[in-house]
């Protein structure tokens, strides 16, 4: 679209919204309206620039999330017991908590029988 056509349509747009803007439009010197047009050309260089810089961060945004959700997984597979230091691939289950503690399934048991008595501390 040429820039006068998108000027226009500004103009357009704002004396739609107010009749006083498009009043007051219509008695600028021809100068002034050169000034309003090329002030207006700026401001929509301005939004474009701005358009694609929010798209670049969002996309970056979007891959950074993407490479913390790989490392996570990744992570995943080499979880291993807080306690003992045993992993999952070792054949145990792991719970793993919000804190980022991690235990094993003999840990339990063994903290079950610490806490019933029937092992030493
Ligand atoms: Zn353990």
Request: charged share 30%; proline share 1%; with cysteine.
């Amino acid at each position: 679209m040429a820039t006068d056509e998108t000027t226009q349509i500004i103009i357009d747009n704002a004396a739609a919204a107010d009749e006083s803007v498009y009043m007051k439009y219509k008695q600028l010197k021809k100068v002034n309206k050169a000034k309003l047009t090329s002030y207006l050309e700026r401001l929509i260089e301005l939004q474009q620039v701005e358009d694609e810089l929010s798209e670049d961060l969002s996309e970056r945004k979007r891959r950074h999330e993407e490479a913390m959700l790989e490392a996570i997984n990744a992570m995943g597979d080499e979880v291993a017991c807080s306690f003992c230091g045993k992993k999952k691939s070792e054949g145990t289950n792991i719970v793993t908590s919000p804190a980022g503690a991690c235990i094993c399934e003999e840990c339990v048991a063994l903290c079950g029988d610490i806490f019933a008595g029937r092992a030493r501390r």
